[in-house]
């Protein structure tokens, strides 16, 4: 799997739209072969810095999708509401999944029952 991720400073006053935004460029990315899922995160003490991570079936995959029309008229829209962009491009090497919250919960010490 891969995962991009993408860190960003929005403009003053243009949070909003590019949330919007950015949710309608991932419904459209989540329909490409390969995609998995998209994630975005807004700092909790800086409301105008966020993180978008996009995870891939393969790099051929993200390849296929960054060629593509679609991904360049959403990165110019996106690309209007935002001061500064840095991506980083992540190998998975491992992931762990968490169990359902009823099925575990942590001890007083805060670990999990065996």
Request: charged content about 30%; some cysteine; overall charge negative.
């Amino acid at each position: 799997m891969i995962r991009t991720a993408l860190d960003m400073r929005v403009r003053e006053g243009c949070t909003d739209a590019f949330e919007r935004t950015w949710r309608d460029a991932a419904e459209v990315a989540s329909r490409y072969p390969g995609s998995i899922g998209q994630t975005m995160l807004r700092g909790a003490e800086d409301p105008l810095r966020y993180t978008i991570t996009a995870d891939w079936e393969t790099a051929e995959h993200l390849a296929r999708y960054q060629r593509s029309e679609d991904r360049q008229a959403l990165s110019a829209a996106l690309d209007q509401l935002r001061d500064s962009a840095t991506k980083t491009l992540f190998e998975v090497v491992a992931h762990i999944a968490s169990p359902a919250p009823s099925e575990t919960s942590p001890t007083e010490k805060g670990t999990a029952p065996r």
